[in-house]
């Protein structure tokens, strides 16, 4: 894959995962998902990995409450069709949906721990026109303030 899987949270998202299942949620993160394995921060009952700045945590526990109905967490994947060819390869089930527009495409699964998560197509910056940074005050298209509203403040 050319361009790294991204996690798509704000901060930190922590699952928790029963024991024996390290080396499986390990081969999933880090080899299928290419997530980044935190080293310093994984430990005993600790697994960790990283995405563009946010931290995946998996806490390994007897009695792990695992979510297998909810939704847990979005990875985003550079080739969802890539993925999923390697996912039915290894026999790991899972489920195509889409969102509310036709690029919205996801595949819904279980985690070796259990979890359900989804795997997000990403798309290539720039596809679907320029994502904006930030809201710019000043920007003309701006919904308050702005160049239209001092033109509509000079005509009053």
């Not at 290419?34 to 600790?46: H, Q």
């Not at 390994?60 to 967490?73: D, G, Q, T």
């Not at 979005?74 to 036709?102: D, E, M, N, Y």
């Amino acid at each position: 894959m050319a361009r790294p899987s991204r996690i798509n949270a704000l901060e930190r998202i922590t699952l928790q995962a029963p024991p024996g299942t390290e080396e499986g949620l390990t081969w999933f993160y880090r080899d299928i998902l290419e997530l980044t394995p935190d080293s310093v921060v994984t430990g005993a009952g600790l697994l960790c990995f990283r995405s563009a700045g946010v931290e995946l945590r998996i806490e390994i526990r007897p009695h792990a409450r695992v979510e297998r109905l909810r939704r847990r967490a979005v990875i985003a994947v550079p080739s969802l069709p890539a993925v999923a060819a390697v996912l039915a390869k290894q026999g790991i089930a899972f489920h195509p949906t889409r969102g509310l527009c036709w690029s919205d495409q996801r595949l819904a699964l279980l985690d070796p721990g259990g979890n359900r998560i989804e795997l997000k197509q990403q798309w290539p910056e720039g596809l679907f026109g320029a994502a904006p940074s930030r809201w710019n005050p000043a920007d003309s298209n701006a919904p308050f303030g702005g160049k239209r509203a001092e033109k509509s403040q000079k005509s009053r």
